[in-house]
């Protein structure tokens, strides 16, 4: 052990780390120096067991540097809170497995696939749970009860998801991506998916239990989902739909940058993710673009303008002013095609009295769809 680390001794280290989360927080004193006397005594482990720390000569900074390091991670839980710190630990943890949570031989739906998602991931909060009593040589009865503590887990568990497992060839890889691929070779070639009870979550507490299975874990660390949103059924039923849309045109690249889309990941995350340069990224974001509104405008307008609230009865979602503006932009024929879909007359009769075939009737409904869509988007 060098020099710098001699001048800190654990108490040090700890009573500094005190002192930053009672500032940080309005935690009890004797949580906030169980928690920072846990931070001291992994880091300096850390420091310890690093040859490359060791040989620095800065082991103190090194050590501070760390401990810092988890704090803030800590912090940025506990100031989200019990509920949206769950969803932020949920979308930062799937977003790293869900290429690799696929099943061989089955073509599983989105739906399907975030079921498969969170059944790895409740397993996987049960082993970083009891990775984090035995790392801190806690009882095997531990567990979270007050938000700190809720906070110091979940920074835990993300660090732990994280960490690089050394692989043959001087490789490595992250330790939640080698679980997930067990777990996913583990899946039967069939595998049924009970959409209903895999998203069936429980109570609200912020206890962490051992359970004796996944259904008892989703009761212990409920993870709010989006069906606390009103447009919840409606949202999905468009993506399930896109997704479908996208990979019937084998566009599977595509629908994985949606997929990653939807999770609201930065740009530089889903380059990583997807293994592309920013180039590759932007051409591909652009083919994704194209075919979103070919579907929104195309493929299935109704469903779309439905859940966008900008459906025939809403004049298109747009303004009174809105609407006056698209009617100066419209043909004779135009015009007269829009009333017809206003009445409710039917694709073909309408093509009929228009006197244009199906194709035809399509091209300019698409385009007036267009104009509309571009009024709107101003």
């Known amino acids: 052990m060098t020099q710098g680390i001699c001048t800190l001794s654990v108490d040090s280290l700890s009573q500094l780390f005190y002192h930053d989360l009672k500032n940080s927080t309005g935690a009890a004193e004797t949580g906030c120096r169980a928690i920072a006397q846990r931070a001291a005594n992994e880091v300096l482990r850390i420091c310890s067991e690093s040859d490359r720390i060791q040989a620095s000569g800065d082991v103190e900074v090194w050590a501070k540097s760390l401990g810092k390091h988890r704090l803030d991670q800590c912090l940025k839980y506990y100031s989200l809170g019990s509920r949206q710190g769950r969803v932020e630990l949920h979308s930062t943890l799937s977003a790293i497995v869900y290429r690799y949570i696929t099943p061989p031989q089955v073509q599983t739906s989105y739906q399907a696939r975030l079921a498969l998602i969170e059944d790895f991931l409740q397993g996987f909060y049960v082993e970083a749970l009891n990775a984090f009593r035995r790392e801190n040589q806690l009882s095997d009865r531990h567990q979270p009860r007050t938000l700190l503590e809720l906070a110091e887990f979940m920074a835990f568990s993300e660090r732990y998801g994280k960490r690089r497992i050394p692989l043959p060839g001087r490789r490595s890889q992250q330790l939640i991506i080698l679980r997930a691929q067990t777990f996913s070779r583990q899946q039967p070639p069939e595998l049924p998916i009970d959409i209903e009870q895999a998203t069936d979550y429980g109570g609200d507490g912020d206890d962490l239990r051992p359970a004796a299975s996944h259904q008892r874990v989703r009761e ?6 989006a069906d606390d949103l009103p447009e919840n059924s409606l949202r999905g039923r468009v993506v399930e739909e896109l997704l479908a849309y996208l990979k019937e045109r084998n566009q599977d690249e595509c629908a994985d940058y949606f997929t990653l889309r939807l999770l609201d990941l930065p740009t530089q995350e889903i380059e990583s993710l997807l293994n592309l340069t920013p180039r590759e990224r932007d051409y591909l974001q652009q083919r994704f673009k194209y075919h979103l509104l070919r579907f929104a ?74 104009q509309a869509w571009e009024i709107r988007n101003v």
């Open 220 to 225: 212990e660390m409920m993870i709010a989902q």
């Open 297 to 370: 405008l195309a493929h299935n307008w109704e469903l779309v303008h439905e859940w966008l609230e900008a459906g025939l009865e809403t004049n298109l979602g747009l303004t009174v002013q809105q609407w006056q503006q698209l009617q100066d932009t419209l043909s004779a024929k135009q015009a007269k095609l829009l009333a017809l879909k206003q009445q409710g007359v039917t694709d073909d009769e309408a093509a009929k009295i228009l006197s244009m075939t199906p194709t035809q009737f399509q091209k300019q409904w698409t385009k007036l769809l267009e």
